[in-house]
């Protein structure tokens, strides 16, 4: 703690509203912004080597979290503050870090696959900046981050091998998806027969609020692992779509598919609500519309940009 205090006495308007900003780097959105950016419009195999080092990560997290019971700062001085509303994005215990987690996971993995030097060097000092800013605002320990930091990295480079060389390789990667399913399947289990007897650490209040919050996020990975292994199989049987397209195309496709997927999530939520089985069928859901309906629209979007293009080109000569 003695580091977020120091921290504390130095915060500044500028710092706050900066690493307020970056740490959205490290939320759901941004894991979903840059994976689906590889997966729709860049090399779709190689999104599947971002998608398992998010989703693994986030399973490994939820279950340490769970196993490990460790308050946040706040709750451990009660008059420690937190920058801004930062503590209401906050979820679970404080070990280890969910946002350091998916930051350097996701960011360090297209790093990876980037070919560009520029790239290859920002990426890792933005992961580096989620990382600090979960500490600058208040809402983890140096422990938190470090462990994620540091698994996080062990993801990056253990994995990328193993992608690649299953990216011409269909049985091996069925076999690497539903191995990820299986080890989703075990996490699932253990959060659901997990209780607060022998306690230590943690009021059963704190607990009972964390379980349930581990339980729905690694029901939503179940979800996102099986969705992911039914993508890979039907795209590569049947649907074939490519990630090629003009530079508005591209665009399009980015945007008007966020916005689809965020449809489908809060639409859904409303209508099943949220349950377990409600949260996986929602994940499910998500991860087959894109990686497999949605991709169907890719040829028409490339025409209509053409179009329109065309006539803006026309009537300019």
């Not at 779709?44 to 998010?54: E, H, N, S």
């Not at 600058?136 to 993801?155: E, I, K, M, R």
Request: net charge positive; proline share 3%; hydrophobic share 50%.
């Amino acid at each position: 703690m003695s580091f977020l205090y120091w921290l504390e006495a130095h915060r500044c308007a500028f710092f706050d509203g900066f690493f307020s900003v970056i740490t959205y780097l490290g939320d759901e959105i941004g894991f979903m912004l840059i994976a689906l950016l590889f997966y729709w419009c860049i090399d779709k195999k190689d999104a599947y080597y971002l998608f398992a080092v998010g989703f693994f990560g986030t399973i490994v997290n939820q279950c340490v979290k769970i196993s490990a019971r460790i308050s946040r700062p706040w709750i451990k001085d009660p008059s420690f503050t937190v920058v801004g509303n930062a503590k209401e994005a906050a979820g679970g215990y404080s070990f280890p870090s969910g946002h350091t987690q998916n930051a350097v996971g996701t960011l360090g993995g297209a790093a990876m696959l980037s070919r560009p030097l520029w790239l290859k060097i920002t990426l890792p000092i933005l992961a580096l900046l989620v990382a600090l800013s979960r500490m600058y605002l208040g809402v983890h320990t140096p422990a938190d981050v470090l462990f994620s930091l540091g698994f996080a990295v062990v993801l990056v480079f253990a994995l990328y091998p193993l992608f690649k060389k299953a990216r011409e390789n269909y049985k091996l990667m069925n076999i690497i998806l539903g191995v990820f399913t299986l080890i989703t399947v075990v996490a699932f289990i253990y959060v659901l027969v997990l209780d607060g007897d022998g306690l230590v650490g943690s009021s059963l209040e704190e607990f009972n609020e964390n379980l349930a919050s581990a339980r729905r996020n690694i029901a939503k990975m179940l979800g996102c692992a099986l969705g992911l292994w039914l993508v890979y199989n039907l795209d590569e049987k049947y649907v074939h779509f490519s990630e090629r397209a003009t530079l508005p195309a591209q665009i399009v496709k980015m945007l008007l598919g966020i916005l689809v997927l965020l449809a489908i999530k809060e639409g859904v939520k409303l209508i099943i609500g949220t349950s377990l089985v409600a949260n996986a069928i929602r994940y499910f859901l998500i991860v087959a519309v894109a990686g497999i309906v949605y991709p169907l629209l890719f040829p028409h979007i490339q025409r209509l940009c053409d179009k329109i293009f065309s006539k803006k080109s026309n009537k300019t000569e």
